[in-house]
């Protein structure tokens, strides 16, 4: 069910406004925030990691898709005193230091003329530059910067020096890569993460690591056809992988005359696939839901034979137009993504999908001791619109239980990214804690970093800690607490 697009004079943004906020951060900085309004939490005390495409030209051009740019890696330390220090760092890739030392894009031909739509294309070309812009994974002794495309990079976590590219303990071998999402076991806190190796047939491996990042086990499962994983999620048991229904014809993409991403095909009459993959290195199984294409999944869990999965979907695959630069993507004509809920009996197969939210939204976070059990509270970030599709504009706390809403919206001069939901140690009520969102505010021309109390996000932030820069849209990070 398509949405009627609103009108234009009833839209709360604007595309100018909108695209500044994709705008390179050149510069390293390392300053105590000044400008903050609000009160900062005192419980707040840690580090707000987040990484993200921080240079989107070199030389004059642009990239083709924001999320090819080299990753930047922000760190914002709380004292818990009512004092924020901020730092922003890049990654050191190889490729990264080659082309600062050079002034222009090397690998242009590959990300510009071959690649356009490269944020796709990355995910099955293992040769492409590794950028590390997507997450971070933390341990005390190594920050993770992770891309799916890739091998991670290792930064030192306090003062955000590269170590280099890192195999995990020769544990990643060859040209195996590591994907941008990890999950972690709330029983046992140990990381859940996995790769995708696309092909007509294609290989998952499942990896368990501890605190250290070292691989405690590792599996491999074979999918039929070829597969686009981004996320998944974690039971206790399984590992749940949707494989959206998308073919490629490699052929114009090897010939050179398309970007890879531009050979995706969406089968809108094939099914989603659900693969089932059990941890302790069991035969996967497989259980097939009405087409649609995920990027993240908000949590997952089993009941008796019931799996239930809240993941956020697009009916349709939100394809680009070849060789349209990302600026000028007219992103109301692209299907929003919403949250649903898959319910899947996996006894009988029987699926059930449900649409739990009509409004546009994205980067779901949740709290991580309901990592794998029924959840009630999600937070996401979300359009301003309650219909159709539109830049993220606010926070939306969703209730499970009750199926309400509560939100927040910045439009119609703000512009958001990833909330972060970070508990308050020892509460016992699910949404105690804050929200920590990056908002573009496109009226001042920088950005500001917001931070919600979970249970009142309606009302607003408690407190905006407003930077001297912008820091380009971003994707995902993790908060660290001080004494974790
Ligand atoms: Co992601």
Redesign the pocket.
């Known amino acids: 069910m398509a949405a009627p697009a609103l009108r234009p004079e009833t839209r709360r943004w604007n595309r100018d406004d909108w695209i500044r906020g994709y705008v390179s951060l050149t510069e390293e900085r390392d300053e105590w925030i000044d400008d903050i309004e609000g009160a900062l939490p005192r419980e707040l005390r840690g580090t707000l990691y987040r990484n993200g495409p921080g240079r989107l030209e070199r030389g004059g051009q642009s990239v083709q898709h924001p999320f090819d740019g080299d990753g930047m890696i922000c760190a914002f330390d709380f004292t818990g005193e009512g004092r924020v220090r901020f730092r922003n760092r890049y990654v050191r890739t190889a490729g990264f230091v080659a082309e600062e030392k050079a002034g222009r894009f090397l690998q242009r031909g590959v990300f510009g003329t071959q690649k356009p739509g490269g944020w796709l294309a990355n995910a099955f070309d293992l040769k492409a530059k590794n950028i590390a812009n997507?997450?971070v994974a933390y341990s005390p002794r190594k920050l993770l910067a992770l891309w799916e495309g890739g091998k991670p990079y290792a930064l030192d976590p306090q003062t955000l020096d590269t170590i280099g590219e890192d195999d995990l303990g020769g544990a990643l071998a060859g040209d195996e890569s590591f994907a941008?999402?990890p999950r972690y076991d709330r029983r046992t806190g140990r990381m859940v993460n996995f790769s995708v190796q696309p092909g007509l047939s294609s290989t998952i491996n499942l990896y368990e690591l501890d605190a250290d990042f070292t691989v405690l086990s590792r599996h491999r499962r074979e999918a039929p056809g070829f597969a686009f994983i981004?996320?998944f999620a974690l039971t206790d048991d399984y590992a749940v992988f949707f494989q959206n229904p998308v073919t490629v014809n490699p052929f114009p993409y090897w010939l050179g005359f398309r970007g890879a991403a531009e050979c995706l095909v969406f089968q809108p009459n094939r099914p989603t696939k659900v693969w089932l993959f059990p941890r302790n290195g069991g035969p996967m199984r497989v259980y097939e839901t009405d087409a649609c294409f995920v990027?993240?999944h908000v949590n997952a869990h089993v009941e008796g034979d019931q799996l239930t999965v809240d993941s956020i979907a697009y009916e349709t695959f939100p394809a680009l137009e070849p060789g349209t630069m990302y600026r000028h993507v007219e992103i109301e004509k692209i299907a929003a993504s919403q949250l649903f809920r898959f319910v899947i009996n996996l006894t009988t197969g029987e699926t059930r999908r449900e649409r739990l939210l009509e409004r546009a939204v994205e980067f779901p976070s949740i709290h991580p001791a309901r990592v794998g059990l029924p959840r009630r509270w999600a937070f996401m970030a979300m359009a301003d619109a309650p219909t159709g599709n539109a830049p993220l504009q606010g926070v939306l706390a969703h209730d499970a239980w009750t199926g309400e809403t509560q939100s927040y919206s910045f439009a119609p001069k703000g512009y958001v990214g990833e909330p972060v939901f970070v508990p308050t140690p020892g509460a016992t009520e699910e949404n105690a804690g804050h929200v920590l969102q990056m908002v573009f505010d496109s009226e001042r021309g920088a950005s500001d970093l917001a931070i919600f109390d979970a249970r009142q996000v309606a009302r607003g932030p408690v407190a905006r800690l407003r930077l001297p820069v912008t820091v380009p849209y971003g994707?995902?990070g993790a908060f660290v607490r001080r004494d974790d």
């Open positions: 997507t997450n941008a999402h981004h996320d990027f993240h994707l995902h």
